[in-house]
Each structure stands twice: as structure tokens, then as C-alpha cells.
């Protein structure tokens, strides 16, 4: 064979097989510890969608003594999990934020109140809210209702409810609220006010990246939607062997936690994930959703600006 | 119809039953009573010891408890005394471990820019790792203490409170791995305001050591619950921390678990029994004064009765082996029963008695087939005496007929011999006639006339007739 056929085979080889580049790993971090919540994204990082996707996924939780503004700056994840307001929130405070998928399609949040009261009457008591990821509504039902809450920014709530040392809390209903209902507390249908039954049904947890990052890595971002949606699709169809693999992360990160609270979780977080008005598990984030966050929270001062459809979402 | 003797075997069978039966009866009876007085008296002991087991491990970690919230407290004045010192906390929260061992951590944590210079956060931590004190300012953007249960319950309440036991998952600064729980209290300034809070750790080891040692039995288990229901102690280390006694109802309620957890943590004392797992299961609880938690000791009932049911084996074994000899007994007596029918048959048989009665075997062993076999036998030897009977009974007849046949006959000779003995007498004088008629003839022939002659000759002739119809007479008797 001549040298120049050599060359031109060569050629050829190296142009049809392009070298393997190795994929910059995607650090993303859930919203909270390990639990039910995130089922998708273990399945996807468990069942290889995430490599059949080409994303080098890391999977990490937050510690809970801060809030996802220091870990952003500290521990720097590529992709966060924000509730729907706490990405507004930031992205009126300068910190341009874009959102890649979205996992709920629903408001958890509750806010429930000790000793049977009424929470909408409960006009200037302590009310706790989640200090990492704030409940927005809080702010907002207390300055719409006129009820001055005392806001408690609190890690957790179950501890401060039962000890008495606040009168209400927040909480979600795939979480807090599961863990009153294990810890024995009584409670009543008129203790449980829930948001998405009086007109604040705004959907929660998504994944964010800064825009810059989504620049970079549009490609990347795309495909872990689209491997995260994967996930989610497994779970909702095979929730015990999903059970499974969440226990595994649950026993990973030492989550005080168990089975049966995890299973009731799963439920409910699938629950939260059908849209109401497409019956279906969308993962996209609703315009109409955003525009009622944004006014209520412009209205109650806890945006400094507003914040439009799309400046969260993927141009 | 029954002999006396048979009367007097039914009756001596009727009395033995009677007064087996009754003496059975007052046995149970007695058993009986037994059985539940050493029943009552195991259980009281039993559960007595299981409730001081229970009393003392309560006064002995309220006890301990007590003693750390008076060395807290001692420590608090201190700290309020001093507030003007912020970098003496430091010191104080490392003498606090120093003085107390059993302690894991100490806080002196205050609000936020509480000390301008301090900044947001000022903590003073220090920890004992096992080997030594380390101390730092704990706080920071990274650990954001006013958000913690340890620091807003008792800073809200505005009184000391034994915080659920918690593990961080911080992993900056002094990375702590324990569970464990915190006696914490507000710090006051001069004016009464909460300024911060102040902290002792105990791990959760040391609870779960205390309480686990708490076992009356071998197989009794304790648990403990915090406020929120939580296994802080449990002998299933996948619980402990991870549920709480209501878990398992979140999924399928078990009314017992529930009314036994909503009792515990209202503060309640007590003891009920439940089944939990198909077992029963006696549970004594106790409230810690301190800290609010509850403390179960769990005796499954094999534990609580393992005396009295060593007592019910022993009894049970020897029952059964009465029984057992009983049943032999029975067995073999009900065995032989037909051998006990067979000698009296043979009894009754050397009685000439073939007749009694040899009931049907089915029985296919040896006694069976002798009991068919003898039966056979006294059937063909009752036949063949019935037989003989029979024919004695003709012979018999026989023989009398002869006899009276013998007698007739006898009787008939001897008439018949008186007969000839009167024919002969009545033949002797026609005879004798004849005789001396015709010796007279013989002698005197010569000078006997013919008229003489012919009337002794029909003298002769007419005796002669005479004897000759007296011998037509006997001749016609003979036959």
C-alpha cells in the first residue's frame, strides 16, 4: 500500500471517528437531603440515563445550616433545586438564574397551626418557615390576610412545633407534613390551611443553573432534562423499585427517614407533578404561574422587581 | 340374670369409677387453683420486677440529667455574669466539658451582631472528641445557628428545654458524627432580654446504653421516645432515629402501637398488655422528668411467666407421662380384656358351663385370633356337650323305658310264676287224685267192681280234664 493511500485511509478513519471527548462533569445539587423527593434524578443517575445522555452527573446534597445562596457561592453546584419563588427571588437580587426542568407542577405548600386554630386566625403568633428554601406564601398570606405573622426562619420545624415554641408552621405535604402526622400529633382538617385550595397554587422545585452556565452548556442542560424526565417516567411506573433506589441515597446520607415515610412521600410527590389542567406530568414551567408569583410577590415586597417568564426559563 | 358375685363386681367397678372420678375432679381442682395462685404470684413478681427495673434506670438517668442542668445552670450564671467577656466564653464552654466528661459539646451562642465587633455570628463551641477539647466559633454563613432547634426553641419558650436529639451534617470546622441531645437555655442580659443561648450536648450513646442495659428478662427490650415519638432507642438499629412508634401507622394503623405512643408521649406512667406480631406483650412506661422522653420496658408474656411456665411444663410433663402409663394401661388392660373373658370361659367351661359369652374380635393380633379361635372352641365344645347331652337324655329314656319295661316284665314273670305256682297248686289235687285214684285201682283191680271201676275211672278222667284245661290255661299264659 502506498504511503499516500496510507494517509488518505487515515484520513478517513480519524474524520469518521472523531475523538472521544470526556464530559465535563455537571455538579447538581437537590434542595434538600436525601429523601423521595428526588427520585427522578437517582433513577436517571442509576439507571445510566444520564451517560446515554452524555452528562457526568454528580448528585449532591445541601447541608442544612445554610441557605442555597451560600452554597452557590461555597460549594458552587452547576445545577440547584429552587422552588419556583426562590429562583425569582434571586433573580430580582442580581443572581441571573435559568431553569432547565421542572419537577413539580403543583404547590406542597401548608400551613398548619397548633391546638386546633384556625391558621388564618392565628393574627400576630410565630409562624416557622424553612430557613434554606423560605415559604414565600407565608409572607404573603400573612400581609394579604392582615395576620403580621412573626416569621421564624427555622432548619427544621417538626422539633419547634411540638415543643410549642411557635403556634404555626410550614410545610410541605410531601414532607412536614408526613412527619407530624408520624411524630402523633393530632391534627385536624382545621389546623391544615393548604395553599393550592385558595388560589396559590404556584408550582415549586426546579432545576436552575445560572445563565452563563446554561450558555456554556446548553447542549448538557438539554440532555439532563431530557434524562431527568426519563427518570421521573421510570419512577411514576415502577415507584417500589424506585423506593429502592431512593433508600439507598437515604442510607448514603444518614437521612433520619424510613420506608414507609418515603414511600407516602413518593406518593405525593408524583401527585404534585400532574398539571391541573393537562392532567399530565408536563415539567415545564407555567407562564401563568409565574406571572401569579410575581405579583404576589411584588406586592407583599419580597421581589425588588419584577421578574418575567423569560428571564427564568430557556430562551 | 346377674349372681351376686357379678352384682358384686358391678358394684365394686361402679365405685372405683365413682371415686376415681372424683378424685380426679379435686385434683384438677386443686391444680386448677394452684395454677392460678402461682399464676397471679408469678405475674406480680414478675411485672413488680420489671416496674423497679424500669423506676430505677428513670431515677438514674433523671438523676444524671438533673446533675448536668445543675452544672448548666451553675455555668449559666457565670455566663450571664460575664457577658461584657465575649472571649471568655470560650473558656467556659471548654470548662463545662472539662468538669463534665459525660458531656460531648458545649454552646455560648448569641444573637446576631449581638457583639458588633463579633459580627453576625458568635458561638462559642467546644467539643470533646475522646481524646481532647476542641473550641471554635462555630458560626458562620455555613452554619447558621439562630435556625437550629437547639437555639431558637429555648430562645422562643424563653426557659431551658431538652432539645430532641439531632445530628448535623455540617462538614466544615469541628465535624461532629454523634447524635446526640441538648440541654439548652436562654441567655439573659441585666435588662431580662434573650441575648443568646446556652448549650450542653449529651450523646445519644449514652441514653441508648443507660436504657438498652434496662432488661428484667432475657427477651424484654426497651425503647425510648422522644417527644415527637421518635425511637431514640430501639433493639432494631434500622429504627432507632429513623421512625418514630407511629410510622408503621402511616402506612396501616395499629390502634394498640398508636394509644400506646400518644400515651407515652403525653407524659403518661403505666402498664398495659398488647399483641404486636401475634405475641403478647406486657409494656410498662415512664416519662423522664427532664426531658420529656418515654422509656418502655417490653416483657414478651414468655419472659413475664417463665417461672410459672417452667411450673406448667413440669406439671404438663408429669400429666403426660400419668397419662401415659394411664393410656398403657388402658391399652394393655383393654388388650387382655379378651384374655380375661377367655379364663372365665375356660372357668365357666370346667363348670361345664359352655354357654357364656365370648364377644367377636376384630382384632387381628395374637389375643385376637386366640379369642376367635377359643370361641370356635367353645361353640364346637358347647355343640358337640349338647350332643352328648342329647344323646344321654335319649339314652336315658331309653334306659328308663327298659328299666320300666324289666320292671313289667318282671312283674308280669311273677305273676306269671304265681300263675303257675296256683296252677300247679290247682293241678296237685286233680293230680294227687289221679294218683292215689290209680294206685288204688293198681292195688285193689281184683276186688273192685265194674261200677267202682268205672267211677274211679271218670274220677281219673275228669281230674285229667281239669289238668289238661289247667294246662291249655298255662300254655295259653306262656305266650
Request: charged letters at 25%; proline letters at 4%.
Amino acid at each position: 500500500m502506498s504511503t499516500i493511500l496510507r494517509f488518505i485511509l487515515l484520513t478517513v478513519v480519524l474524520l469518521l471517528c472523531p475523538p472521544k471527548v470526556q464530559a465535563e462533569k455537571m455538579v447538581f445539587m437537590t434542595s434538600w437531603t436525601a429523601q423521595a423527593q428526588f427520585a427522578g434524578y437517582y433513577v436517571a443517575y442509576e439507571k445510566g440515563y444520564y451517560k446515554e445522555a452524555g452528562v457526568d452527573v454528580e448528585i449532591r446534597h445541601p447541608s442544612l445550616t445554610t441557605t442555597p445562596l451560600v452554597c452557590l457561592r461555597r460549594e458552587q453546584p452547576d445545577a440547584i433545586m429552587l422552588s419556583l419563588m426562590s429562583a425569582m427571588d434571586l433573580i430580582s437580587q442580581g443572581i441571573p438564574m435559568v431553569n432547565i426542568f421542572q419537577d413539580s407542577m403543583n404547590s406542597s405548600q401548608l400551613l398548619i397551626s397548633r391546638r386546633d386554630n384556625d391558621p388564618l386566625k392565628m393574627k400576630g403568633r410565630k409562624v416557622a418557615i424553612f430557613n434554606p428554601d423560605p415559604n414565600y406564601l407565608a409572607y404573603v398570606v400573612s400581609k394579604k390576610e392582615q395576620l403580621n405573622f412573626q416569621i421564624i426562619r427555622c432548619t427544621s420545624h417538626i422539633n419547634l412545633f411540638l415543643s410549642g415554641a411557635i403556634d404555626a408552621t410550614m410545610a410541605t405535604s410531601y414532607n412536614e407534613y408526613l412527619q407530624l402526622l408520624q411524630s402523633g400529633y393530632p391534627l385536624s382538617k382545621e389546623s391544615v390551611y393548604r395553599f393550592s385550595d385558595h388560589g396559590y397554587n404556584i408550582q415549586e422545585q426546579g432545576v436552575y443553573v445560572s445563565r452563563s452556565y446554561y450558555q456554556d452548556h446548553a447542549k448538557e442542560c438539554q440532555q439532563f432534562a431530557k434524562a431527568t424526565r426519563l427518570g421521573w417516567e421510570w419512577v411514576a411506573q415502577h415507584p417500589e423499585e424506585a423506593l429502592e433506589i431512593v433508600m439507598k441515597y437515604v442510607r448514603s446520607d444518614h437521612s433520619a427517614t424510613n420506608l414507609t415515610l418515603q414511600r407516602r412521600m413518593l406518593q405525593e410527590v408524583l401527585n404534585l407533578q400532574i398539571d391541573a389542567d393537562s392532567k399530565k406530568r408536563d415539567f415545564r414551567v407555567r407562564r401563568d404561574m409565574v406571572e401569579k408569583a410575581n405579583k404576589l410577590m411584588l406586592a407583599c415586597g419580597l421581589l425588588k422587581h419584577s421578574v418575567t417568564f423569560e428571564e427564568l426559563t430557556i430562551p | 340374670m346377674k349372681s351376686l358375685k357379678d352384682y358384686r363386681r358391678s358394684l365394686s367397678a361402679r365405685l372405683s369409677v365413682w371415686t376415681v372420678l372424683v378424685v380426679t375432679a379435686i385434683f384438677l381442682a386443686a391444680l386448677g387453683i394452684m395454677f392460678a395462685e402461682s399464676r397471679d404470684h408469678v405475674r406480680k413478681d414478675t411485672l413488680g420486677k420489671a416496674q423497679q427495673t424500669l423506676d430505677g434506670t428513670v431515677l438514674h438517668i433523671d438523676n444524671t440529667l438533673r446533675a448536668v442542668e445543675v452544672a448548666a445552670n451553675n455555668m449559666l450564671r457565670v455566663i450571664e455574669s460575664n457577658l461584657d467577656k465575649p472571649d471568655k466564653m470560650f473558656d467556659y464552654s471548654r470548662q463545662v466539658l472539662e468538669t463534665n466528661p459525660e458531656l460531648s459539646g458545649c454552646s455560648i451562642s448569641f444573637e446576631p451582631f449581638y457583639y458588633k465587633e463579633k459580627g453576625e455570628y458568635f458561638s462559642a463551641y467546644s467539643y470533646n472528641n475522646g481524646d481532647s477539647i476542641e473550641t471554635e466559633n462555630e458560626g458562620a454563613d455555613y452554619y447558621q445557628y439562630h435556625t437550629m432547634d437547639w437555639y431558637l426553641i429555648p430562645k422562643l419558650l424563653n426557659r431551658p428545654y431538652w432539645i430532641e436529639p439531632f445530628q448535623e451534617d455540617d462538614d466544615w470546622g469541628i465535624v461532629v458524627q454523634d447524635i446526640f441531645s441538648s440541654y439548652s437555655q436562654p441567655i439573659h442580659d441585666k435588662a431580662g432580654k434573650v441575648v443568646g443561648t446556652f448549650s450542653v450536648d449529651i450523646p445519644l450513646d449514652w441514653f441508648s446504653d443507660t436504657v438498652s442495659a434496662t432488661r428484667p428478662f432475657p427477651n424484654s427490650y426497651t425503647i425510648l421516645l422522644g417527644k415527637g415519638g421518635t425511637y431514640l432507642v430501639h433493639p432494631d438499629s434500622t429504627r432507632q432515629f429513623y421512625e418514630t412508634i407511629f410510622t408503621t401507622s402511616l402506612q396501616e394503623s395499629d390502634s394498640a402501637i398508636e394509644s400506646l405512643g400518644r400515651a407515652m408521649i403525653a407524659g403518661e406512667s403505666g402498664y398495659r398488655q398488647m399483641t404486636y406480631h401475634g405475641e403478647l406483650l406486657h409494656v410498662f412506661y415512664k416519662p423522664f422528668k427532664n426531658t420529656g422522653w418515654s422509656v418502655a420496658v417490653i416483657c414478651p408474656e414468655s419472659d413475664v411467666f417463665a417461672a410459672f411456665n417452667q411450673l406448667r411444663r413440669t406439671v404438663r410433663l408429669v400429666t403426660a407421662i400419668g397419662l401415659l402409663l394411664l393410656s398403657t394401661w388402658f391399652i394393655v388392660s383393654r388388650s387382655v380384656r379378651p384374655l380375661q373373658k377367655l379364663v372365665d370361659s375356660t372357668h365357666q367351661m370346667t363348670q361345664h358351663e359352655f354357654t357364656g359369652e365370648i364377644p367377636d374380635s376384630t382384632r387381628e393380633d395374637e389375643i385376637g385370633r386366640l379369642q376367635r379361635r377359643f370361641k370356635a372352641l367353645q361353640q364346637s365344645l358347647s355343640k358337640y356337650v349338647g350332643k352328648v347331652r342329647q344323646q344321654s337324655a335319649v339314652l336315658e329314656a331309653r334306659r328308663a323305658e327298659l328299666q320300666e319295661a324289666y320292671d313289667r316284665a318282671k312283674a308280669e314273670e311273677h305273676v306269671r310264676n304265681a300263675v303257675l305256682h296256683q296252677m300247679t297248686a290247682d293241678m296237685s289235687a286233680p293230680v294227687a287224685d289221679i294218683t292215689a285214684v290209680s294206685r288204688t285201682i293198681c292195688e285193689e283191680y281184683q276186688e273192685m267192681t265194674d261200677d267202682y271201676m268205672d267211677a274211679m275211672v271218670d274220677k281219673i278222667e275228669k281230674d285229667a280234664n281239669q289238668v289238661g284245661e289247667m294246662l291249655n290255661q298255662l300254655l295259653r299264659e306262656a305266650t
